[in-house]
């Protein structure tokens, strides 16, 4: 019997210029593409429409159709950059479409109060701020799901600015060149969307509230237990989604030149939380990304302008993005499943292991020279 032990015991061992690749740390490229496989894979499909809309029409690929292509993204992006910590958290913010739509009418109805023009701008973000204050106290504090607080907040602003407004449209108030730079120039819009996604990736990835939401999302007890104000963390995202959805409210309503209180801000809201999910943000809490939201929020943008230029009509835009969502969220399920740092054990785990076996050259036995 001992005998026939060290025979097993021979056999399985590895041989003396062999170690088990386990042991080997993976390659920087590797880790790269572990960490921003979701990203990565939604770029991809965002080059593939726009070669797609550029074999099928010539009007695409211009510098004229560049700007409006400019102008449908960056508002889905503010609006997924807005959502992305509230995502994070496993909560979500109904309310800051209307954010959205309360803001420029704040600065009008300030100016009118005889505010200057520039105090009245801060002043309605800092109304947002405070009615984000207010979602986020009633959220955590009153124990009420994110869900119901900000839906009845978003009837309450809708009502309020029907009722202040009388049902009427209106124009941004100022003029200069302090209104080009906050919308009504071409690009500055989008600038501002750039800034924004920089700004905030910085926040979520190098800053300590940034890696206190992404523990609070992943597992709020024991962020609690480590010392984290979930709390603190929770309320802070709320006022942020708030005052970004009142910022893109503001720089919109200068881009379009004009303000109406029937605009659908759940509609923008949803289509903020659609790019965020593409761009691999988990509904459920814990994982998500600027940068991913900004590239989900491009593949919105693509095919609603694209739809546009080949003359497809916007009801299959609609379509197109409720199947998007589905394939953006059973992918981000797989992926999370497939398990790229150890072996899955679903199909879909094996089939992503191999392909990237394959492509980073790995064996189940290096040799090591002694």
């Known amino acids: 019997m001992s005998v026939l032990g060290n025979q097993r015991m021979t056999s399985n061992a590895p041989a003396p210029n062999e170690v088990d690749s386990r042991l080997i740390p993976a390659s920087g490229m590797r880790r790269l593409v572990d960490a921003h496989l979701q990203e990565l894979v939604i ?9 797609f809309f550029t074999i099928d029409s010539p009007y695409f690929f211009t510098s004229e159709n560049a700007a409006t292509l400019a102008a449908f993204i960056a508002p889905i992006a503010f609006f997924a950059l807005a959502e992305v910590p509230i995502l994070i958290l496993g909560e979500i913010d109904l309310s800051v479409g209307e954010m959205y739509v309360l803001s420029p009418f704040a600065v009008e109805w300030l100016h009118d109060a ?72 071409t690009w500055s819009e989008a600038i501002w969307a750039g800034i924004a996604v920089v700004l905030l990736h910085v926040m979520l990835r190098r800053t300590t509230f940034g890696l206190h939401t992404v523990a609070v999302g992943g597992n709020p007890e024991s962020a609690r237990e480590s010392g984290i104000k979930v709390d603190f963390v ?11 959805g009142g910022v893109i409210g503001i720089l919109d309503g200068y881009h379009i030149s004009s303000i109406d209180p029937d605009t659908n801000g759940l509609s923008f809201m949803f289509y903020g939380v659609a790019a965020a999910v593409i761009g691999g943000t988990a509904l459920t809490g814990g994982r998500g990304t600027m940068i991913g939201a900004c590239i989900g929020a491009s593949v919105l943008g693509i095919l609603e302008d694209g739809f546009h ?20 969220m059973t992918l981000n399920v797989q992926i999370e499943r497939a398990g790229l740092r150890r072996r899955g054990r679903g199909s879909f785990s094996r089939a992503v292991n191999v392909i990237f076996d394959f492509i980073f050259a790995r064996r189940e036995k290096v040799p090591v020279r002694r």
């Not at 770029?43 to 070669?51: D, F, G, K, P, T």
């Not at 504090?141 to 009845?152: D, M, Q, R, Y």
């Not at 929770?234 to 970004?244: A, N, R």
């Open 43 to 51: 770029s991809v499909v965002a080059v593939v429409l726009v070669v």
């Open 114 to 185: 005889g505010v200057p023009v520039g105090v009245g701008l801060i002043g309605a973000l800092l109304i947002c701020c405070a009615l984000g204050l207010i979602n986020g106290l009633i959220t955590v504090k009153l124990h009420i799901p994110s869900f119901i607080a900000t839906l009845g907040m978003t009837f309450a602003l809708e009502g309020v600015i029907l009722i202040k407004s009388n049902g009427a449209p209106a124009n941004p108030v100022g003029s200069g060149r302090m209104v080009s730079i906050l919308g009504e120039s």
């Open 234 to 244: 929770k309320i802070c995202c709320f006022v942020l989604c708030s005052g970004l």
């Open 309 to 328: 230029v080949i003359s497809i009509s916007s009801f299959a835009y609609d379509l197109v993005l409720g199947l998007a969502i589905v394939f953006a």
